[in-house]
């Protein structure tokens, strides 16, 4: 099954909201799949540059009345370039948290090349923009849109690793970035609050619910997703294939039982503990409705 945009925006929050899993692990990260993200992220940024370079000659020498057609033909390159680089930088993200943590250098290195591949994809989709066909502003704007809101959930989930491990550079906007690391996101993640987690994958559901259109990477995406689930280590997973819960991996690999808190005594209903804070959901979606 083809993963659509938004699928892969969404996969992006969950790596996020585990990348401790990851980061923290006593495992080597394997360089099969390390490898096999590098393949898959090389071999989408070369077509995608193909496409865009194919359209940008195009664009040149055809009329104007062609515009049109020539920028339905390229607006699905430009949102995948736009909304699957959250992926990239929080994987990138990731990877060199991981090396931070352990203090090795082995993904790295992989995490700066695709990051910086990706870069130059978007460059270029950015001139198309700035400098691409003439069509109704409309059309325009439309993408525009999407770029800036991937800009901004990409700060959001990185925000957390911009903090602890000082990785402002696969950040947007560095400040903003580390704001949301700061601010509210940084006590309920690094508490690893799984509710308040469950908010923000359902405010990028709902930000992206839009581009669920046939993709236009579909096996490279899938390659991509591919090996990094296969990057985490085998303890990141129930024996039903989901992820584990980041408090309970810790305790596991303390080796450290759970303690039980003895019983106490029975109150009544009007003997309420205090409410915990939680991140609301209208306030982080009335962050991203922006502009």
Known sequence: MNLTLRQMAEI?????????????????????????YWKYSRGRTVDWIRKLDEGHSRIGTSCESQHVEIWESLRP??????????????WGATLTAHDRHHG??????????TTDGHTQARNRAMRLLVNGPQVPLKALAEVDRTRRKAERWTDLLIGHLALKYDLEQFAFESRRSLEFGQSQMEQFIESNDEPVW?????????GFSELDAAPVSATWNRGIVDSIIGSFPPDSFKASGVFQSVNLSRIARSGLAPERTPPGPVTDASQKSPARSRLLFAKLNQRFDQN
Do not use: H, M, W, Y
């Open 198 to 206: 469950e908010f923000v994958l359902a405010g990028v559901r709902l």
């Open 104 to 113: 090795t250098c082995c993904a790295g290195p992989i995490a700066r090349n």
């Open 12 to 36: 992006a929050a969950i790596v996020s909201a585990k990348s401790t899993l990851l980061i923290e692990s006593p495992t080597r990260i394997a360089d099969e799949p390390l490898q096999a």
């Open 77 to 90: 390159v430009l949102n995948e370039i736009f909304v699957t680089e959250i992926l990239t930088r929080v």
